[in-house]
């Protein structure tokens, strides 16, 4: 009896410890729970925190990110944030409201700058650039007097005929950096129409001659494309001279004899690819530039090297320099007539810009 007591007894103990063993692993799990449930619970509050956080960065940081998000971001920049980048950057004060930006920080050399449209900067001790672009250049409207801490600078990649009064000698000097078609510039554009030597390899738009040969039985040897009929270097004029030896096909405005497809004919179609598909089809194509100038060289030159054309070229009087062989293109006679004297007249100071 004993004996069975004292196995019931330890049964019943055994029985109990493994109750309270039970209950004890139930409050372990519970409380296992509970720890995961506040462990997730304070990731989710973190991330959401850092989420928070992040769009403020975004929001301080894009401000230097300068291409990606412009204005709506310029809009929501307060007073006291421009008023701090104005005080610890170099500002960068655009006279030409090109950019049309109020304020951001932008890259200037190695260094971080503050550009800004906005002229009361002028007097501000931090301003050591004035930028000027030169299409809105107004020689009546310059920040004078002009400060021996100023350094100005020009901005112009168009045809000098954009605007004259800067292409004279006492214009062109007055600033200390220029960026201009000229190789003389201090930031050259001359190359800006091509995209690359890529370009210029791609056959694309390559007819072979066997193909142009069979072709001008309807099409003339020489295409003409211009819709800018009165510029400076008086083109129509040697153009319509020349359609009296020998056929052209003029597509564009000016002397106009040859109509586009109806689906070529929208305002763009100089980019449309069908319109280069056509030009392709010619052996020769008149580039002729608005303005005779050292040096100004346009997408006029590079295009029907791109289709596979041989351009007839008038404009820069040493554009030799820039074609990849002297085989590449049939120099305009004029073009060698023009000499480095003559071309003042359509370039007045090459040499200094
Ligand atoms: C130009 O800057 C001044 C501070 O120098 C500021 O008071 C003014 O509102 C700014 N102008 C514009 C159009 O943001
Ligand atoms: C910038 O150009 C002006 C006018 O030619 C000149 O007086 C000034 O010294 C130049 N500034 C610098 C830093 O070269
Ligand atoms: C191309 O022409 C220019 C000017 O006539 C000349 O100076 C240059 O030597 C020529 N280049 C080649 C490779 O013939």
């Known amino acids: 009896m004993i004996q069975m007591e004292i196995l019931n007894m330890a049964g019943n103990r055994l029985k109990r410890k493994y109750m309270v ?18 462990f997730i619970l304070v990731i989710f ?7 928070r956080f992040e769009k403020k960065e975004t929001k301080s940081s894009t401000v230097i990110n300068i291409q990606k998000q412009k204005k709506p971001l310029l809009k929501e920049q307060s007073n006291s944030r421009l008023r701090h980048f104005k005080d610890n950057y170099p500002i960068m004060l655009w006279w030409s409201p090109l950019t049309g930006e109020n304020g951001r ?14 002229r009361t900067y002028l ?19 310059l920040p004078l007097p002009r400060k021996s801490s100023h350094e100005w600078a020009l901005f112009h990649e168009e045809s000098p005929k954009n605007n004259y009064k800067l292409f004279h000698e006492p214009a062109i000097t007055l600033f200390n950096h220029t960026a201009t078609f000229s190789r003389h510039s201090h930031m050259p554009l001359t190359s800006q129409y091509l995209e690359g030597l890529q370009a210029l390899k791609s056959t694309d738009y390559l007819v072979s001659v066997e193909k142009k040969n069979v072709l001008r039985k309807r099409l003339s040897p020489l295409a003409y ?4 009929c009165d510029p400076p270097s008086d083109r129509d004029t040697y153009v319509q001279e020349l359609m009296k030896y020998i056929a052209v096909d003029s597509y564009g405005e000016c002397l106009h004899n040859k109509d586009l497809p109806q689906q070529v004919n929208n305002p763009s179609f100089m980019d449309d690819s069908q319109f280069h598909h056509i030009l392709g089809q010619y052996k020769f194509i008149l580039a002729f530039e608005n303005a005779v100038c050292e040096d100004y060289i346009t997408e006029k030159l590079w295009r029907p090297l791109k289709l596979g054309a041989v351009p ?39 040499e200094v810009f």
Not at 22 to 32: A, Q
Not at 45 to 51: A, H, N, P, R, T
């Open 21 to 38: 063993n039970r209950i004890w692993e139930k409050r372990f799990w519970i409380s296992c729970f509970f720890i995961i449930f506040l």
């Open 225 to 228: 494309v211009q819709s800018d």
């Open 45 to 51: 509050q973190v991330m959401v925190e850092l989420g």
């Open 105 to 118: 920080l932008g890259q200037c050399g190695t260094d971080t700058c503050f550009f800004t449209i906005n």
């Open 123 to 141: 007097q501000d001790p931090m301003t050591k650039a004035i930028l000027f672009y030169g299409t809105d250049f107004n020689i009546d409207s």
């Open 312 to 350: 007839v070229y008038f404009g820069a009087p040493n554009v030799e320099d820039w074609l990849p062989s002297n085989k590449s293109a049939i120099i305009g006679p004029s073009t060698k007539l023009w000499n480095a004297d003559s071309a003042h007249l359509n370039c007045p100071a090459p």
